[in-house]
């Protein structure tokens, strides 16, 4: 049982780098700092948006129109940082 729970540790830690990865990627491509007719540019963002989009669009929709500003990856990092609390703090104690 302790495997399991290192390997959803490890795949919310996984997926917390990614969506500061998409933020960063989103801010870079707004300000025009890298090109998105590069193809490997291109194929990063894509993903990056297909893996994170599907758990944002349902916050987005929740929060108010904020003026262009995106605080759904802040509130994914802080559910994802109280799972990762719970899992440590209430569960992986628990299991033998």
């Known amino acids: 049982m302790r495997a399991v729970l ?3 540790m490890l795949v919310l830690d996984l ?5 500061i990865a998409s933020a960063v990627l989103s801010w870079l491509t707004a300000f025009n700092v ?3 007719r590069n193809r490997f540019v ?15 669009r349902p916050i987005r929709r929740v929060l108010p129109y ?9 509130i994914i ?6 799972l990762q609390k719970v899992i440590v703090y209430y569960i ?5």
């Open 92 to 96: 992986y104690p628990n299991v033998f």
């Open 66 to 74: 904020m003026g262009g500003m995106d605080l759904s990856p802040i």
């Open 42 to 56: 291109y194929m990063l963002n894509e993903s990056c948006y297909r893996l994170t989009e599907p758990v944002m």
């Open 15 to 19: 997926y917390s780098w990614l969506i």
């Open 6 to 8: 290192e390997i959803v």
């Open 34 to 36: 890298i090109n998105m």
């Open 77 to 82: 990092l802080l559910a994802i940082t109280f």
